[in-house]
């Protein structure tokens, strides 16, 4: 815009100036003047014509005063004297993070923090927000252009929340069983502070929480013992489903010994001799059996 204005000027200057700086020039003077027109009309057209690419708006700003009314993302035609800032209205990420490839513009170190026990425990965590694109004007009318809010707002508040919630918790229960709970709360109050200041929290990771060296050695210590005891019961009850394994063959056997016991009378203990004196007889060894007492006996002769 501003090279076609300056030279739109230029020419209307040569046009109405042609006369006293060089005669020989005048009677192109209407075409200095038309030419210079154009320019002017074709900056001023081009300046009125603002292209808002996909996940931006823009936020106008006339001699100073933030208008209300944002410029939403396509086409816009608006006054040539207004400047326009653009802001990225898509999920954009701070994250607190020990690993150096995380550290850019939108990264920070881990915090550390003190728990409900005394103890300092770093914390690891990623924020997801967005701005509040009706609320972009008040963000560069308050907060100031750019990427001003990253330091004025999401930083500080995020640390301050984290510390804020941290001071509830022992660090065992950060580690372990309270992690969920205290990232809910974190969330919360971190939600309620982005919305007074036209942010949006869409999500909040907590990816790591490291203890000192002497606890996590103590909680590991801990859940080895649990384990031992843990593994201690299963071989007890295999060893008591065993006992009762055993227990119940025995009473079975004993049962069918008693059974058997009570059906075998002297009658039938013969009657089976005798069958089994008789097969052998009917085989083909020679054989010489003789059945009874001495004053009773009988001789079988087999072939």
């Known amino acids: 815009m501003s090279s076609l204005l300056f030279l739109g000027i230029i020419l209307l200057f040569i046009g109405f100036t042609t006369k006293t700086l060089n005669p020989g020039l005048l009677r192109f003077s209407s075409l200095f003047k038309i030419g210079g027109i154009l320019a002017i009309i074709l900056a001023l057209l081009t300046a009125s014509i603002r292209i808002i690419e996909p996940g931006k708006v823009g936020v106008k700003v006339l001699f100073g005063e933030v208008k209300e009314n944002i410029l939403a993302s396509g086409l816009n035609i608006i006054n040539p004297l207004i400047k326009v800032e653009m802001f990225d209205i898509t999920t954009q990420t701070y994250t607190m993070s020990g690993t150096e490839t995380e550290l850019t513009q939108l990264s920070d170190a881990p915090i550390r923090v003190l728990s409900a026990d005394g103890l300092e425990v770093t914390i690891d965590m990623t924020v997801l927000y967005r701005i509040n694109p009706t609320k972009a004007p008040d963000i560069r009318r308050e907060i100031g252009p750019g990427l001003s809010y990253i330091d004025k707002i999401v930083r500080p508040t995020a640390r301050t929340r984290i510390r804020d919630n941290a001071v509830i918790y022992n660090a065992i229960d950060l580690y372990s069983t309270k992690r ?46 649990e384990q031992d005891a843990q593994k201690m019961q299963f071989v007890l009850q295999k060893e008591r489903q065993e006992a009762e394994r055993k227990r119940v063959e025995a009473k079975g056997i004993s049962d069918y010994q008693q059974i058997l016991t009570r059906s075998l009378t002297d009658r039938l203990l013969e009657y089976e001799r005798i069958k089994a004196l008789q097969n052998l007889v009917k085989s083909e060894n020679a054989k010489v059996i003789i059945m009874g007492d001495t004053k009773g006996a009988s001789v079988l002769i087999g072939k």
Request: charged share 30%.
């Open 180 to 225: 969920e709970e205290f990232q809910t709360k974190i969330f919360e109050s971190i939600e309620l502070d982005f919305k007074n200041r036209g942010l949006i929290l869409e999500n909040l990771l907590v990816r790591n929480i490291s203890l000192p060296s002497s606890v996590k050695a103590a909680i590991e210590a801990k859940i080895n013992a």
